[in-house]
């Protein structure tokens, strides 16, 4: 047993819950990496990837994320976020796909109207989506 319990959930579902030994976390200044015996923390996570490594010398789960928190007790890591993947499920063509069409969308409203949808939003968690992959 690795001691750190990683739980990720988003609106939808618990995405994933494992023992883990390491948990690195997009932050809005930077990474953050948890152990066990972390201090309490919670903090604002930034769009990036998330890497659960179960063992210590073991390989690390991605994870692409969009928003959201994380909380950490020492014994747990609680990752809630907007919207959340493993980068290995991920479709790269499709992405890029839906991406275009979006930009396309987002190119045909005005500033006024395109601050007041989601297209932005969703324009970038294709764009991280992306990054997650080619970081992978």
């Not at 890029?96 to 968690?125: N, Y």
């Amino acid at each position: 047993m690795a001691g750190l319990v990683c739980d990720i959930v988003t609106p939808q579902a618990l995405l994933y819950s494992d023992d883990a030994y390491m948990v690195v976390v997009p932050g809005v200044e930077g990474e953050m990496g948890f152990l066990q015996g972390h201090v309490p923390l919670v903090s604002v996570l930034a769009d990036g990837v998330t890497r659960v490594q179960n063992q210590k010398d073991g390989d690390a789960k991605r994870f692409a994320l969009q928003g959201g928190y994380v909380e950490v007790t020492g014994e747990k890591v609680i990752i809630l976020a907007d919207r959340a993947l493993p980068v290995d499920a991920i479709d790269a063509g499709a992405v890029r796909d839906q991406l275009a069409g979006l930009e396309a969308d987002l190119a045909a409203l005005s500033d006024e109207e395109a601050s007041k949808s989601m297209l932005p939003t969703d324009v970038a968690w294709c764009q991280v989506q992306l990054k997650a992959i080619d970081a992978a």
